[in-house]
């Protein structure tokens, strides 16, 4: 935890169980206590709120990549059905955290979900190619066989960049981006992005 007030309240209490006398001091103890709990409430809820946003985020990034994918509509449901008990799991747990490492850990949790369900995905999609008459396992996705398709995750490729404060920033964050996607291109990629 790095909020000031929170650890100014943590140090009083520790100083006031550490004295030799703290006898005029202990009456402090109750009331700095629930200040405490009132203060880390207060962040672990903003904490959470940005979490859920990271959390609807990965469901739909997942959601929309079912959509562009060449599967029978009677397995696109129940992906889509399984998506949204997936992350609707994860959003409860998320509702019920009382401390922030299970509340971060979650958001972790959602980028893994949404990795090994369009893994998942594209394991139906290689499938279903696979029987259909002449598909032979070949997804005719994108149009031109001759370029391969990199598939890059958003979420781990922004883990990378500084937070941005200034028009400046903005342009190192774009220019860094930019090379990262020249990298991908390099080898004949087509790019999908998730």
């Known amino acids: 935890m790095t909020d000031p ?58 959601l929309n990549y079912l959509e562009n994918v060449h599967i029978s509509e009677g397995k696109k449901y129940e992906l889509t059905s399984k998506i949204n008990q997936r992350f609707q799991k994860l959003l409860d747990e998320l509702g019920k955290a009382k401390v922030f490492r299970d509340a971060i850990f979650k958001k972790d949790e959602a980028s893994k979900a949404k990795e090994l369900l369009i893994q998942e995905i594209d394991r139906i999609e290689k499938e279903e190619a696979k029987d259909k008459p002449g598909g032979g396992g070949v997804v005719n996705d994108p149009p031109f066989p001759s370029k391969k398709v990199k ?34 291109m390099q080898n004949n990629h087509v790019i999908k992005f998730y």
């Not at 550490?18 to 109750?30: A, D, G, H, V």
């Not at 958003?154 to 964050?173: C, I, N, Q, R």
């Open 5 to 62: 007030e929170a650890i100014r309240m943590v140090n009083e209490m520790k100083d006031i169980v550490k004295m030799p006398n703290p006898y005029r001091e202990i009456q402090r103890l109750p009331e700095l206590r629930s200040k405490f709990i009132l203060v880390f409430v207060e962040l672990l809820n903003e904490e959470s709120k940005l979490v859920e946003i990271a959390i609807n985020s990965n469901k739909e990034s997942t």
């Open 151 to 184: 598939k890059l995750n958003l979420t781990s490729y922004a883990k990378a960049f500084k937070d941005v404060e200034s028009d400046s920033d903005l342009e190192d964050v774009v220019n860094k981006f930019r090379e990262l996607l020249k990298e991908e």
